[in-house]
């Protein structure tokens, strides 16, 4: 089971609404006009897609890297605690098993391919993650065990809620919107759009999938990606 790490196609609708909103900075210096960037993403028949990991990058602006985080994905209940991690490139990713059992963790993504032989309790030391992409995690122990690190250069980045939105201060200025979720059919092209925050103190883009999602490839346990 390898799901696509590619993104996928949309339509979308984009409106700025509300008044514009100026930070002055203290120092005398140009205005930083900023505003709330909102996505909301559905399925072809309108549902909220909770749990899709958006980013948004600056068109306008030379590329700015976010910092690398330290970040924790533990094993419990014979399952990944989160079962789904956005980081930022450069990042380390601790492995800790709380579990009575011990696992082996593994990856053939080709972001990051590494093994973790098995073991319990002390975690080996935290692995780095320094290529963008989608890493699909598993255990050679225990099949139905699954998660995804996505490793972005994107400087802004976050997961849909239950409503199927996320959202996001950002500079004014245009920018190229992405989503990825799990279970996105492998056939579709680019799912990417830009859009351009004005005047207004809020954008929204609305971002509904052409095709259905692929049927879940794990039906015995609840994921933070299912909806």
């Known amino acids: 089971?390898?799901?696509?790490?590619?993104?996928?196609?949309?339509s979308?609708?984009?409106?700025?609404?509300?008044?514009?909103?100026?930070?002055?900075?203290?120092?005398?210096?140009e205005p930083l006009w900023a505003?709330?960037?909102?996505?909301?993403?559905?399925?072809?028949?309108?549902?909220?897609?909770s749990g899709a990991v958006v980013t948004a990058r600056p068109l306008d602006t030379p590329p700015r890297r976010?910092?690398?985080?330290?970040?924790?994905?533990?094993?419990?209940?014979?399952?990944?605690?989160?079962?789904l991690l956005v980081i930022a490139v450069g990042s380390t990713v601790a492995f800790p098993n709380s579990d009575s059992v011990s696992h082996q963790i593994y990856s053939f993504s080709a972001a990051k391919?590494?093994?973790?032989?098995?073991?319990?309790?002390?975690?080996?030391?935290?692995?780095?993650?320094?290529?963008?992409?989608?890493?699909?995690?598993g255990c050679n122990i225990h099949d139905d065990m699954l998660a995804y690190l996505l490793v972005t250069d994107a400087p802004y980045f976050?997961?849909?809620d239950a409503r199927g939105a996320w959202s996001v201060d950002v500079p004014r200025g245009r920018y190229q919107v992405s989503i990825w979720h799990p279970r996105l059919?492998?056939?579709?092209?680019?799912l990417q759009r830009e859009?351009?925050?004005?005047?207004?103190?809020r954008a929204d883009l609305q971002l509904r999938l052409l095709k259905s999602l692929q049927p879940a490839p794990i039906t015995d346990r609840p994921h933070s990606w299912d909806y």
């Open 1 to 10: 089971m390898r799901p696509s790490t590619r993104p996928h196609r949309i």
């Open 12 to 29: 979308c609708a984009t409106r700025g609404v509300g008044g514009a909103l100026a930070l002055l900075a203290l120092t005398g210096a």
């Open 35 to 49: 505003a709330t960037l909102v996505i909301s993403v559905q399925t072809p028949d309108g549902r909220a897609l």
């Open 66 to 83: 976010p910092a690398p985080v330290h970040a924790v994905m533990d094993q419990v209940s014979r399952a990944f605690a989160p079962d």
């Open 113 to 137: 391919r590494f093994q973790l032989p098995l073991y319990r309790g002390k975690p080996y030391p935290p692995v780095q993650f320094d290529q963008t992409g989608v890493i699909t995690l």
């Open 158 to 160: 976050g997961r849909t």
């Open 185 to 190: 059919r492998e056939s579709d092209t680019d």
């Open 195 to 201: 859009l351009t925050v004005g005047d207004a103190d």
